[in-house]
Nanobody, 123 residues
Framework: QVQLVESGGGLVQAGGSLTLSCAAS????????MGWFRQAPGKEREFVAS????????NYADSVKGRFTISRDHAKNNVYLQMNSLKPEDTAVYYC????????????????WGQGTQVTVSS
């Protein structure tokens, strides 16, 4: 059974930083392109970042480019999202996802999803 479990969310002041982790079980992350999405209340789930199998290529939403960094650790079977210079508009539930598609950015391109972790940025 595949499980993706996010952690690291919480409450942070604007300008602060958080690192989200995604621990995979029943799935080898080195065989998947991995991504992060977020969903704010009343809004659709939106793409945040993705990384290819090797980790060589990353892709970011314009809204987080230069502030967020996605990375992967194959030895730990984990994926991370380092978030710096956080803004109140980054407040959302953040989801980890796995895809066999190359450089995916759409929700329907991802096969497996975690349950999400809440990130709240106060002004």
């Amino acid at each position: 059974q595949v499980q993706l479990v996010e952690s690291g969310g919480g409450l942070v002041q604007a300008g602060g930083s958080l690192t989200l982790s995604c621990a995979a079980s029943g799935l080898t992350v080195s065989r998947y392109n991995m991504g992060w999405f977020r969903q704010a209340p009343g809004k659709e789930r939106e793409f945040v970042a993705s990384v290819t199998l090797s980790g060589a290529l990353t892709n970011y939403a314009d809204s987080v480019k230069g502030r967020f960094t996605i990375s992967r650790d194959h030895a730990k079977n984990n994926v991370y999202l380092q978030m710096n210079s956080l803004k109140p508009e980054d407040t959302a539930v953040y989801y980890c996802a796995a895809s066999r598609n190359y450089r995916p950015t759409q929700t329907d391109q991802f096969e497996y999803w975690g349950q999400g972790t809440q990130v709240t940025v106060s002004s």
